[in-house]
């Protein structure tokens, strides 16, 4: 009884593995093969003599055991050899150094052999799903999925893709703003996939410039078509991004195509990203330009460029400066991370104001020194500097009393006037 439930515990072992294993019918049949000849060769020292024939559909097998015949006083391996007595009892007609095949029965081999089994397959098959794994992934790396969150833990989200593989959403990973629940679907994309010991981890991410990237290949035909080439992304996550895009068609207008009717194609996004601003640029090779235009919507009126340094100082109106910086300077830090150059921001004076401009040491006779040190620690080195400064920043920074500004002011303004 105990080995006919042994063999019905084999049936079911292969049955389980055909049904439930997401595994080739090749790749299935060569596990089960190398599993029954590597505890073969633990039980006898080889499989070289064995046939294993292995049939996936009907969830059986077969093994064949192949002896050569000897004399019987010849025997020495029973493994691979055969009395010619024993021979002639299966057929009369063997002689010495022919070959005998004969079935073997698994389950006869004993307990110990089918919990070997049992544990050798277990081994494959996991090393198989790991492979399977790690291969289905690699070649996923730069596109969105969504999977569901399963288990929410401090540094990190566990989510099941649709065949319940695990996936990783690392807190560095997540724009500031998320917030999920357990069994919600998250969209993000594959950022990377770390194998170490054979033991593959699925990476995603929601702050990459690629999840940005793709989310727009999806909003935008003409991106997915090659009409439009998205060239350069700059992110702080949920709080701001500049896309470049160029057009290959001069009929096409490459932002006018990412953002939409009314936005229609870019508030999708923006929502997605956890209303993420999201300024688009034309891209351009000539870098002064491409400079200005990342600074939008500042306007720029010069510019100086140090090549070498991967510098640019950048002259704007008084009034485009704060544009330029933006709130938080994320303006300023987004131009640079999309242009690669590092960027300083200088107010302009009026046209010819080099040329016309005064330094404040000239008024030392009209002004007390004290005075234009105090207005100086702001910055304002020259008479129209301070022309062009707020009357109230003057006031404050410079902690000046108003009649003193005023007065210092209409100086200024005189020497101009005359």
Known sequence: MAKKEETISLIDTFSEFKETKNIDRTTMVSVLEESFRSVIAKMFGTDENYDVIVNPDKGDFEI??????????????????????????????????????????????????????RQTLASKILELEKDSLYNKYIDKVGTIIAAEVYQIWKKEILLLDDEGNELLLPKTEQIPSDFYRKGETVRAVVARVDNRNNNPKIILSRTSPMFLQRLLEMEVPEINDGLITVKKIARIPGERAKIAVESYDDRIDPVGACVGVKGSRIHGIVRELRNENIDVINYTANIQLFIQRALSPAHVSSLVMHEEEKKVEVYLKPEEVSLAIGKGGMNIKLASMLTE?????????????????????????????????????????????????????????????????????????AEFEE
């Open 64 to 117: 064949w055991r192949n002896r050569v015949v000897v004399a019987d006083e010849e025997l020495t391996n029973p493994n691979m050899q055969i009395t010619l007595s024993e021979a002639q009892k299966i057929d009369a007609s063997y002689e010495e150094g022919e070959e005998v095949t004969d079935e073997v029965i698994f389950a006869k081999f004993g307990r110990r052999a089918i919990l070997n089994l």
């Open 341 to 413: 150059y590092t960027i300083d921001v200088y107010r302009e004076l009026d046209e010819d104001a080099e040329n016309e401009d005064i330094y404040l040491e000239e008024f030392e006779d009209e002004i007390d020194g004290w005075v234009i040190d105090a207005i100086k620690s702001l910055g304002l080195d020259t008479a129209k500097a301070v022309l062009n400064a707020p009357r109230e920043m003057l006031i404050e920074k410079a902690d000046l009393e108003e009649d003193t500004v005023d007065e210092v002011l209409a100086i200024l303004r």
